[in-house]
């Protein structure tokens, strides 16, 4: 990765709006990013945009200014964190069907989705014992941190989430006489946001998700006050943050992409880039074949001084 002389700026951003064309909403993000040398990735669909930026402070903040211009953007939520070095290659702007991928047709975050409970209000939300909290983000994510009592669905998917919730319904159905409160959450608030429309169009009106995910949270409530356990995993080379937007101590194995601790890098099952304490029976010798041909040219990128494509 390439070194930044002063801090590199991120911003994870989304918000879900109604996208007539999102080709022509394409052809104005795209310069916009590029006319102030960002890199990253931003995904566009007719229910919106996601994505995650980064360059200079000053760039950053031009940008998002812009972005807000847009019609039906003026709400755009944005994360912002800081990183030693460039955490990604390149600027790329993409045409998706969803900006996070459920999967299933219908789903309207832009009109339907639940109510939003902002970071200094969640924890009562979710302290009061009739409130069901769920966390909507993968398996491998909840490992290394969650908030207090909430559920955790096991999916390796956001796909898998309407599954799941779908069967955890019927359990919340045999209760007639009361309808469950239901406070949602993840990472940034994108996808809790998006599982919120799923469960109203189920028929449960009392539904709730934390703005701005747990990276607002953790940004803005102090750890002595907080319900948050452990750090956050994140979907870049920073791996994980704790409290503050701190980074934390975490390196990721790319073979199940479990997020791996000190204790289990100094585990002998641990292979960099082919295996780990979690996944080293569970891949096939053809697959961890693949996985070691794709580290070696990682660690040869890195001895040319350039980043290997599949690490951007």
Not at 109 to 118: R, W
Not at 195 to 203: C, D, L, N
Request: proline share 5%.
């Amino acid at each position: 990765m390439t070194e930044s002389l002063s801090p590199v700026k991120v911003a994870a951003l989304y918000h879900f709006a109604v996208v007539e064309d999102p080709a022509a909403l394409r052809l104005q993000v795209l310069p916009l990013c590029e006319k102030h040398e960002l890199k990253g990735t931003i995904l566009l669909a007719s229910e919106g945009m996601n994505g995650t930026i980064a360059g200079a402070p000053e760039a950053i903040d031009a940008v998002i200014a812009g972005l807000r211009l847009l019609p039906g953007f003026s709400e755009l939520e944005v994360k912002y964190s800081e990183a030693s070095t460039m955490p990604f290659l390149r600027m790329k702007v993409r045409l998706k069907k969803e900006i996070v991928s459920m999967g299933v047709d219908g789903v309207d975050a832009a009109t339907q989705k639940g109510n939003y409970v902002d970071p200094q209000q969640w924890n009562d939300l979710i302290a009061d014992p009739d409130t069901v909290v769920i966390d909507t983000r993968n398996g491998y994510e909840v490992a290394i941190g969650s908030f207090d009592g909430a559920i955790d669905p096991k999916t390796e998917s956001f796909r898998d989430f309407p599954a799941w919730f779908d069967d955890f319904a019927e359990q919340l159905r045999q209760n007639e006489q009361k309808k469950p409160k239901i406070a949602m959450f993840c990472t940034g608030g994108i996808r809790c946001e998006k599982a919120t429309a799923y469960v109203k169009a189920q028929g449960f009106d009392d539904v709730h998700h934390l703005k701005g995910g747990i990276l607002k949270y953790l940004e803005h409530i102090p750890e002595s006050e907080s319900l948050w356990n452990g750090d956050c995993f994140l979907f870049d080379q920073r791996v994980a943050v704790g409290h503050g937007l701190r980074e934390s101590d975490y390196g990721q194995c790319y073979a199940c992409r479990m997020p791996l601790n000190a204790e289990d890098r100094a585990s002998p099952d641990y292979v960099p880039g082919e295996a780990c304490p979690h996944c080293i029976d569970q891949r096939s010798d053809e697959q961890r074949a693949r996985y070691r041909e794709r580290q070696r040219q990682v660690e040869q990128a890195a001895e040319q001084g350039r980043q290997h494509l599949g690490t951007a």
